[in-house]
């Protein structure tokens, strides 16, 4: 297969496998027409994936799955432009009388992001347009402009700020806070694991940022190294709130999505979600900040599934020779398989980790310190 037929099957395989039943077949006979091979692949991948024990076949989780296939993914959060392929807008061209694009930042079977000067406000902004093979879809439209109100009810500086939606001659789009940097995941494939002390205060910055996403009564759901960004001053930032929701609102077969190498096994066994599952993802993260590898490592869905439901992953001790206790006995709470093991809340994560002033962790995550905090400090 080479590699613009990979990439047409990869994009049809992402695009369909957040739809279902005649949705799914309808949107298959109009993208792969009199083409029987092309279709026979696609559904191959859609039925390989469908027939592991789950159905979380949304937006990030097929992104995970194709990178099982995949080694090179692009990724669409750097401020590098994409090496080949074109996006539907060019430099230049201004949008809505108010943005000029700069650039195509990256593109694939979710959409195209720009990066983009908003000329009314004076900023650089980013710019996530809805695939056009999605536009028509009403769960997919439903799922973008629920990403937009879910991420305006936070307001942090380790989080993504998203401003707005829109659409321009029936293309929907989204306008968020343009961050000059790495995303986490190009990060580590370049460096490896992190210095102990970077590591501590990204990982703390995280820990922050998930918090002031809790106390708006909201679950991530997709925390992981390609959602975090990294700007150019060292801050790290939560993105990507396309699964995110309020706490009631994503319970039963609505829980039942993510990307499987960072799912809680709450998530994968479709029981009650919980800030706590958000604390599972997050040791996940920091098992990879402080170690540079992966906590599970599977050859299929179906192992990948299993570890996160019955296995612990190896110590970060085994890796890091020099690792501080305090991290390792941090992540291990975060990744307990019983949720009421796991700490309290992001908050607790953050003072748990070495070089802290609890006092000052608290101040930044926006909680009153305690009198004992304060006699202490």
Not at 3 to 19: M, P, R
Not at 164 to 182: A, N, Q, R, T, V
Not at 312 to 319: C, Y
Request: overall charge negative; proline content about 5%; some cysteine.
């Amino acid at each position: 297969m080479n590699s613009e037929h990979w990439q047409k099957v990869k994009e049809l395989f992402e695009a369909a496998g957040g739809l279902s039943g005649e949705e799914r077949d309808r949107f298959l006979d109009d993208e792969c027409g009199d083409d029987p091979n092309l279709r026979a692949e696609v559904e191959k991948l859609l039925n390989s994936f469908e027939e592991a024990d789950t159905s979380f076949l949304e937006e990030p989780a097929v992104k995970e799955a194709v990178s099982l296939f995949e080694e090179d993914k692009t990724l669409i959060t750097s401020d590098t432009p994409v090496k080949s392929g074109k996006g539907n807008f060019v430099a230049g061209t201004v949008l809505d009388n108010r943005y000029r694009i700069l650039g195509l930042l990256g593109k694939g079977g979710m959409g195209e992001v720009y990066k983009a000067e908003d000329i009314k406000l004076d900023q650089t902004v980013a710019l996530k347009f809805l695939p056009e093979k999605l536009e028509k879809n009403e769960e997919a439209l439903r799922r973008f402009i629920g990403e937009v109100k879910t991420a305006r009810q936070v307001s942090h500086a380790n989080v993504c700020k998203v401003f707005d939606i829109g659409d321009i001659d029936g293309k929907h789009y989204l306008s968020m806070e343009f961050i000059d940097g790495d995303d986490l995941s190009q990060l580590l494939r370049r460096i490896g694991r992190l210095p102990s002390d970077k590591a501590a205060e990204i990982s703390r910055q995280i820990c922050f940022g998930l918090h002031a996403i809790h106390e708006a009564g909201i679950l991530h759901r997709d925390l992981k190294p390609a959602n975090i960004i990294i700007d150019s001053n060292g801050k790290a930032r939560i993105t990507d709130f396309g699964i995110a929701g309020f706490e009631e609102d994503v319970q039963g077969a609505e829980s039942r999505v993510g990307t499987p190498a960072y799912m809680s096994p709450e998530q994968i066994t479709v029981k009650e979600v919980t800030q706590k599952s958000d604390i599972y993802s997050l040791g996940l993260l920091l098992y990879e900040i402080y170690t540079g590898k992966q906590a599970f490592k599977a050859d299929s869905i179906n192992d990948l599934i299993e570890k996160h439901k019955t296995t612990q992953p190896t110590n970060p001790s085994e890796f890091v020779e020099n690792i501080e206790p305090a991290v390792e006995k941090t992540i291990g709470r975060c990744l307990e398989k019983d949720p009421r093991d796991r700490p309290a809340s992001a908050v607790h994560v953050a003072m748990a980790l070495p070089g802290g002033d609890p006092l000052q962790i608290a101040l930044e995550a926006g909680e009153t310190p305690s009198p004992e905090m304060v006699a202490a400090a």
